[in-house]
Structure formats: structure tokens, C-alpha cells
């Protein structure tokens, strides 16, 4: 199994209380330590405004990030999950992504979806479109993406989006162009689309429903002639990890504190349940029995987020000595 680990970057209110102008060596500092460990990537989130509620709390820029990212480590590839492909033009996303494969030495990952966060959309002038026209949006979106990392240009007369002989120049460092992450679940269409063209998928990573969405994904390689096997099935996972099951809910509990003074109890409570009973939160032998169950299902890629890293390292450290060892 390969391991990936979310940099705090402000969305999930995981830089409160520290100062805009050191959040970006918070930052930095947590990226060069995962390419100093066992990590094979480091992620961020593609979002603009914080959950579980739009705050003025800090989000930092995803692609900003990576370009940063790619000049202050020299290893870990440099993912995002997962990028929304409405909101930037393909063409100059795939440009931006392009660019910051020669910074990185040709580490960078592309996760691509749909979107979802409606308040951000409607924020930044976005619209709301329906859920079949982003997805519309997403394939075609891929379709240049794929033209572009290979050729060096793209030209697409979509339904969505229009390119004529877009140059995309200096290609991607990476032979046959930035590696694809198709994340979401849909059944009908996100895994289609993952099915047609994704190196990698990116779905719910609970045991009984990463088990059902493999199948669905195995079932539309077949429909289309695709390689099920090629493509590597990931997860995402909060951690809440400690020695004992009292350490564990110590950690939730500064969760919850830290999250109350921002966007009050009913939601920092509901934030929780992203956490209670969930494969990656209890001691180190607990998670590694759930987590080695996940990957005799298929799972081959971890991807862990570590709510209070900015802050407090005790945890990652534990994850990284008493976990990771064990499945890899």
C-alpha cells in the first residue's frame, strides 16, 4: 500500500488561531517532513471557501500550493483531491498543471472532479450548474487535459468547452502526460468516466461501500474495454489516532474545541461524525486491522488527513512509526 498525507492548507478550519502570514512555513514545513518520512505524496484540497460552513478563516489556493509545494521538496508527488474542473478552463489548467510538473521534476498528480460546494460556485460567480452538466464538463474537461499532456496542444467542439489548437507548451515532464485521479463514486457517470480514462479512482473508503463502488468500477471496465486492474483504487481517512481509546477521544475532543469558537457546537459535533467509528480513527493495532482489511479488498492507496498536524505532531508521528510499517 502507498500513503499520501493532507497538508493542512485552512478549509477544514485546521489553521485557526495561527497567523495569516506564518501559515505558509506551517505549510512548508509539514510538506518537507512527508518528503523526510514514509510518505509518497502530499495533498491538498480544491476549495475556496471553509466547511463545515464559509467562514473568513484562511483557504489557501490548491494550485498556488503546488507550484510552491514542487519547489521546497524534492521526492513526494504532489496531488490535489480533488481539483474542480469548472473552475478553471481546461485548456489553462492544463498549462498550470504542465508548468508545475517541470518545477516538481515531474511529480505532480492530477485529481480531477465534478465539484460539489454550492456556496463557493454561487460565491465566486460560478453558477450552480446540474450535476450532469459538470460532469459533462469533467469528461470533456479530461478529453483536453489528455490531448494537450501528449500532442503539446488540444482542440475540442464540445457541448461544454471549446478549444481550437491550444498550445500547451513545454509538455509535462511525465511520459504520456500527468497521471489522472478521477475522484467521486457516482455510479453512472463519475465511474464511467474513471473507467474510460483514470490511472487512479478516489472513493468512499469504508469497507462495505469501497466494496460496492469497486464492483460498480469493474463492471464499466468491462462495459468498455478497460483494464479494471490498472487502475489503482484509493481512500481518504481522518485520522484520530492514540495509544489508548482515552488518547483517541482526547484528540476528538480538541477537535471539537478548536472548531466551537468558529462555527458553533451543533456543527463542530457534526463535524465529528467524519471521525466516530470510521477506519482510521482508534489505536495503531485497531487501524492497522481495519485498514489491512481494506487493502485484502482492493484498497492500494491511503490517503490520511491529520486534523490538528499544524499544531501538534504527536499523532502524524504515531501514524507514521506504528501504522504505515505495517501495510505497507
Known amino acids: 500500500m502507498r500513503f499520501g498525507f493532507f497538508v493542512p492548507q485552512g478549509w477544514r478550519l485546521d489553521l485557526v488561531g495561527i497567523d495569516p502570514a506564518d501559515q505558509w512555513q506551517v505549510m512548508r514545513d ?137 498550445i ?37 473508503g469504508t469497507p462495505e461501500v469501497f466494496a460496492h463502488k469497486s464492483e460498480v468500477l469493474r463492471r464499466h471496465c468491462a462495459e468498455l474495454g478497460t483494464d479494471f486492474d490498472a487502475i489503482t483504487r484509493s481512500a481518504n481517512y481522518n485520522v484520530a489516532i492514540g495509544r489508548t481509546e482515552a488518547e483517541v477521544q482526547d484528540r476528538l475532543d480538541a477537535l471539537r474545541s478548536r472548531l466551537e469558537p468558529v462555527v458553533g457546537a451543533e456543527k463542530a459535533e457534526a463535524s465529528l461524525s467524519a471521525f466516530r467509528g470510521l477506519p482510521a480513527v482508534g489505536t495503531p493495532e485497531q487501524i492497522v486491522e481495519n485498514l489491512t482489511a481494506l487493502k485484502k479488498q482492493g484498497l492500494e492507496y491511503a490517503i490520511f488527513y491529520v486534523p490538528e498536524a499544524a499544531y501538534d505532531t504527536s499523532g502524524l508521528e504515531l501514524l507514521e512509526k506504528e501504522v504505515l510499517p505495517h501495510l505497507m
Request: hydrophobic share 40%; charged share 20%; proline share 5%.
Open 30 to 166: 509539514l510538506a518537507v517532513r512527508a518528503d523526510n518520512g514514509p510518505w509518497d505524496s502530499i495533498w491538498v484540497y480544491d476549495h475556496f471557501h471553509t466547511v463545515p460552513e464559509p467562514t473568513d478563516e484562511a483557504t489557501h489556493e490548491a494550485w498556488s500550493l503546488m507550484a510552491a509545494f514542487a519547489a521546497v521538496t524534492d521526492r513526494v508527488r504532489l496531488g490535489q483531491m480533488c481539483t474542480a474542473m469548472s473552475y478553471r478552463n481546461p485548456a489553462y489548467l492544463a498549462k498550470v498543471a504542465a508548468t508545475t510538473d517541470l518545477i516538481s521534476g515531474g511529480r505532480v498528480e492530477m485529481g480531477i472532479g465534478g465539484g460539489w460546494y454550492e456556496h463557493e460556485w454561487r460565491a465566486y460567480g460560478y453558477g450552480f450548474p446540474s450535476a450532469g452538466e459538470r460532469l459533462g464538463r469533467l469528461d470533456e474537461g479530461v478529453q483536453i487535459f489528455k490531448q494537450a499532456w501528449t500532442t503539446g496542444s488540444a482542440t475540442l467542439d464540445g457541448k461544454h468547452y471549446q478549444v481550437d489548437g491550444a
Open 168 to 204: 500547451v507548451r513545454p509538455l509535462p515532464l511525465q511520459d504520456g502526460g500527468i497521471p489522472l485521479w478521477i475522484a467521486g463514486g457516482g455510479e453512472k457517470v463519475t465511474l464511467k468516466i474513471a473507467a474510460k480514462y483514470a490511472q487512479y479512482t478516489n472513493f468512499d
